[in-house]
């Protein structure tokens, strides 16, 4: 008689945990029930006798905790190659605005959000944060793809797609909380006020009210670029993270996106409020923004997790590549290559984020009682070949594409590189028609 | 009765050709034979009546020119991720010399060389410029895989594992050359001296000369990272570049591989001579040795082809990720977005590469007459969904795992991702066995 039924048991393998003593289980074996992991261990220890409804050989893989990408406007997956190597104004002023005021709307949201989820599971990711516009398309999306997210939904002083009168804008977001509260563990709601630059102070610390209120995550882009700067420093005569110090909106459930030019005093302040920074390598790279000083910020106790940002800045939402930026970008900068080693970045791609997302109690690394977000990475293949060391390999030669199997909240959602929530041909398809009607527009 | 029997025939799909006038065909038509490209026109045109004894339908691909690695230390697979994240010189000294002194010879080079092959024809390289010790094993292994090389044997001045002896260096870089220069196409022997710090102004000059009476490339690192600088200034009273042209050594048959700290004095000594630039970004990066001044050096007309480095420092021999770091990384350093556009780096990783190595009137682009070397990359995928622009997609968004199907000289080598030429099962055992005995000493 078993002690226990399982319901997914991955025998063999070697598991990297991620856990805090970044142990790393030869020939493992982990036990799935209910959406959680009720047994991790090596494979070849005295296991009590169990059964389980589906058993998965892990010879050959790397077992990880899903990757946890903390940034991503999963919709504008249907702007991806739209508009390139252009100086960020024009970019965005002839480019993005003009497209996302034409062609953003709940369908478009919610078509957008399920191919990136293809993607996005097809490149290792299990849980991400969402911030855009008709934000409940989104997590609409990731109930139906069995992904994890935090799906913030989007204020901005402008007319934005969704909300056009800014009169009607803490009601909707009530709403919106209202909606999604109950849906965890899959769906946590959050608010996102674009920047300091394109929210009022009024804006900024109504939302914040607000979020408080309902307990939850604040996010806004922060000193992507130079620029910002200026513009806050001639409008409030103080730089931005100064202005929403001032404003009390910084404290632990809130998130700075991007940082490229934090100053020590504003790293003080950050790790004084607690406010959590994610980081998003290539897409700051792509457009010149900047770099953002993550050894420091790590040094100083402030949590950093990594993100890919939306697809017309990067192009990808593949957490592997910008682990591998993540990697290599720091060390360069700084001409110093002991920065950001392969773990620390593997550690922000999992334990780090999920940290930063306030879910490192239930995901980001292999541990029993935590939630079974698993990825199995395929490393019998030539670039992974030989691996002397599985950090490295996973963040300098490992891709999106080696990844074979992912499970989310204990639910098989890929296998052998087969999407089983998603329709993938369908999904393709109806954003193919989306970008027709952009492209003859 | 057909005008022509071809040998294969690709129907369909967009030839991204990399032509001069960057011509690309929708629904295009490539015939091959006997090696060769002999046609390239639109697939609705009026093509005269052709067969052939193999087609293969291009509908939902984009066809490119196979990709070319400007630098490779193929054999150093043997070393991917043995010690990452170290001091260079910790890296090199305690790491790196020591593995090589130890398990460097013929059969670990030709054992690197042909799973170095396998991870190149994946992910879409057609020829490569390899730099090694026993590097006839290189070549043979290229052969062997049907790869298009240009294989350089390497020269310093301290006991290498294959020419312990100095004084019989010039011996061997003779036969080294009269046993290759038969076999071109396939294969171009070519001499690479390692750096001005580890080549005394004899071996330099000495094997320019060689290079030069057998009409043969010749490659060295140059001002990889700034210690270089110092030493030779320290040395020799002047700086490298300057070194090098008082030795009269750089000329248009001149290679020089990361030139990450050029002035300004140097590119003009580089434009006038006619050297080109190997520039390897991501081993730069990872290694903290700085970036090359790629716009400025295009800017000058130097040519710059785009590599990869040895697998110790990158650590993988992905085109496609390359050219992505190629693309951001000289955005974020100048804090321009524009430069090095998707369309440059493109041009860099093909045609720039064949020019480079002085096989442009051979490869680097599709053209009625040249070698067919041609790479199919899938993009009916979500991660190249939609597809706005081509050279945006490939760069930005394009993996080397998208690469469907590879063609060199006109025969397949890799089919729906099935290697033809190479046994890989066997070519990973062969280099894990080498790993093994890597680790125990």
């Not at 990136?116 to 008709?134: Q, R, V």
């Not at 970045?345 to 939630?371: F, W």
Request: negative net charge.
């Amino acid at each position: 008689m078993p002690d226990k039924e399982m319901d997914i048991v991955i025998a063999g393998g070697t598991l990297v945990t991620m856990s805090a003593d970044a142990e790393i289980i030869e020939n493992g074996f982990v036990g799935i029930k209910d959406g959680l992991i009720t047994r991790t261990r090596p494979n070849d220890e005295k296991i009590p006798a169990w059964s389980a409804k589906e058993t998965i050989d892990g010879s050959g893989c790397i077992i990880l905790p899903g990757l946890v990408n903390t940034h991503t406007h999963l919709p504008m997956v249907c702007f991806r190659g739209m508009a390139d190597d252009l100086p960020l104004m024009e970019w965005l002023n002839n480019h993005i605005f003009p497209a996302e005021a034409k062609h953003v709307n709940k369908e478009m949201v919610y078509a957008g959000a399920v191919l990136a989820m293809a993607e996005m599971i097809l490149s290792g990711t299990t849980t991400f944060c969402d911030a855009y516009f008709f934000e409940s398309a989104v997590a609409e999306a990731a109930l139906a793809c069995g992904m994890r997210a935090v799906a913030a939904q989007g204020f901005a002083d402008f007319a934005t797609p969704d909300n056009p009168k800014y009169e009607k804008m803490m009601a909707a977001a009530d709403r919106f909380v209202n909606r999604w509260k109950s849906f965890a563990p899959m769906i946590t709601p959050a608010f996102f006020c674009h920047s300091p630059y394109t929210c009022s102070p009024k804006t900024l610390v109504n939302v914040k009210t607000a979020a408080r209120e309902a307990g939850i995550l604040y996010l806004t882009h922060l000193l992507e670029n130079q620029d910002e700067i200026k513009t806050i420093e001639k409008r409030y005569g103080k730089n931005p993270v100064r202005h929403l110090y001032d404003l009390g909106v910084l404290d632990d459930w809130s998130i700075a996106v991007h940082c490229n030019w934090l100053t020590k005093e504003d790293m003080e302040i950050l790790a004084d409020t607690g406010v959590g920074v994610s980081h998003n390598p290539e897409s700051s790279m792509k457009l010149a923004a900047g770099i953002a000083p993550v050894a420091e910020m790590l040094r100083r106790g402030i949590n950093v997790g990594l993100g890919t940002d939306g697809c017309a800045s990067n192009n990808d939402l593949d957490m592997f590549r910008e682990m591998d930026s993540a990697a290599k970008i720091h060390k360069v900068i700084s001409l110093n290559p002991t920065l950001m080693s392969a773990q620390t970045v593997l550690q922000m791609a999992t334990i780090g984020g999920a940290r930063l997302l306030n879910l490192d109690n239930m995901i980001g690394s292999i541990e029993e009682g935590k939630r079974a977000d698993i990825i199995m990475i395929d490393v019998n293949q030539p670039h992974l070949t030989p691996l002397y060391n599985c950090h490295s390999q996973l963040v300098y030669a490992a891709r999106g594409a080696d990844v074979k199997t992912s499970i989310i909240n204990g639910k098989i959602v890929m296998n052998n590189r087969k999407l089983l929530t998603i329709d993938l041909p369908k999904a393709m398809e109806t954003v193919n028609r989306i970008a027709e009607k952009i492209i003859s527009q």
